[in-house]
């Protein structure tokens, strides 16, 4: 097909750049253009009708979730007092429900990707999921479906 194509993938026009120069030029000098990204019915379950980074389209709303993203990040980086408190509250969480599930068999899996969910969430938009919360398990099963298709 060449360096450069497009095609239609569903009812999204797809743009394939299958170059070193080519795809430099498409998101160093052209990437506004670029940088949009399809919605979906799956990435808006997953993210809250496209308020994240990654699926978004490129917006005044995405540039600034960038923004936030990256000064927590830096603050990460810096080893602040507030990332300290944030994850020492995930830790705390997790080690009651260890303490609640002593004698019970526990997948840990779910706990785990919780406890990493809430310190990004809580750097980025002041919230956390609790155990057990509907919203969370809903992302979690849309994210093992992709993870589940990618594979």
Same mark, same amino acid.
């Given at each position: 097909?060449?360096?450069?194509?497009? @095609?239609?993938? !569903?009812?999204?026009?797809? #743009?394939? *750049?299958?170059?070193?120069?080519? /795809?430099?030029?498409?998101?160093?000098? =052209?990437? =506004?253009? @670029?940088?949009?990204? $399809?919605?979906?019915?799956?990435?808006?379950?997953?993210?809250?009708?496209?308020?994240? %980074?990654? @699926?978004?389209?490129?917006? $005044?709303?995405?540039?600034?979730?960038?923004?936030?993203?990256?000064? +927590?990040?830096?603050?990460?980086?810096? !080893? &602040? *007092? /507030? %990332?300290?408190? %944030?994850?020492?509250?995930? /830790? +705390?969480?997790?080690?009651?429900?260890?303490?609640? @599930?002593? &004698?019970? $068999?526990?997948?840990?899996?779910?706990?785990?990707?919780?406890?990493?969910?809430? #310190?990004v969430c809580s750097l980025c938009f002041n919230t956390r999921y609790k155990r057990g919360e509907a919203e969370f398990k809903t992302m979690l099963k849309?994210?093992?479906? %992709?993870?589940?298709?990618? /594979?």
């Amino acid at each position: 097909y060449g360096s450069l194509y497009s @095609f239609m993938m !569903g009812s999204h026009y797809v #743009v394939v *750049v299958n170059n070193y120069e080519d /795809a430099r030029e498409v998101l160093l000098k =052209k990437g =506004k253009t @670029f940088g949009g990204r $399809p919605r979906t019915v799956t990435t808006d379950i997953l993210t809250r009708d496209g308020k994240d %980074i990654a @699926f978004a389209d490129y917006s $005044p709303t995405w540039k600034f979730h960038r923004k936030m993203v990256h000064s +927590a990040l830096c603050m990460f980086g810096e !080893g &602040t *007092v /507030a %990332i300290e408190q %944030i994850i020492s509250r995930e /830790a +705390a969480s997790m080690c009651q429900t260890l303490t609640s @599930f002593q &004698t019970t $068999p526990l997948d840990m899996a779910p706990e785990l990707t919780r406890a990493v969910t809430n #310190v990004v969430c809580s750097l980025c938009f002041n919230t956390r999921y609790k155990r057990g919360e509907a919203e969370f398990k809903t992302m979690l099963k849309y994210s093992k479906g %992709i993870v589940d298709t990618v /594979a």
